[in-house]
């Protein structure tokens, strides 16, 4: 079994931070890409950020010089620093990784359950 779990989600006012944490666990061979996306309501999921096993990353445009995507390699964990939080960044946040778990020998895309982010005017 594989999971990834994400943590730090809540309700701040706008021009606040959180700071999401998810890390993946279980039969792991390897994680290639991690990143964040987002689902605000009635709308379609989003990339948010993501990074490399190498640390390049990539963000989407409305996030740029706000978010921080990083990671820790050797505990399988990925982090997203929001900073100047706005209410249009008010979603579910979901992590999720390109992983090979021992018992397969090819690569698939595993997500998190989700947290919700929920930014107040």
């Known amino acids: 079994q594989l999971l990834l779990v994400e943590s730090g989600g809540g309700l701040v006012q706008a021009g606040g931070s959180l700071r999401l944490s998810c890390a993946a666990s279980?039969?792991?061979?390897?994680?290639?890409?991690m990143s964040w996306y987002r689902q605000a309501p009635g709308k379609q999921r989003e990339l948010v950020a993501a990074?490399?096993?190498?640390?390049?990353?990539n963000y989407a445009d409305s996030v740029k010089g706000r978010f921080t995507i990083s990671r820790d390699v050797r505990k399988n964990t990925e982090y997203l620093e929001m900073n100047n939080l706005k209410p249009e960044d008010t979603a579910i946040y979901y992590c999720n990784a390109n992983v090979m778990p021992t018992y397969l020998t090819y690569w698939r895309d595993y997500w998190g359950q989700g947290t919700q982010v929920t930014v107040s005017s």
């Open positions: 990074i490399t096993t190498g640390g390049s990353t």
């Open positions: 279980g039969s792991i061979a390897s994680i290639n890409f």
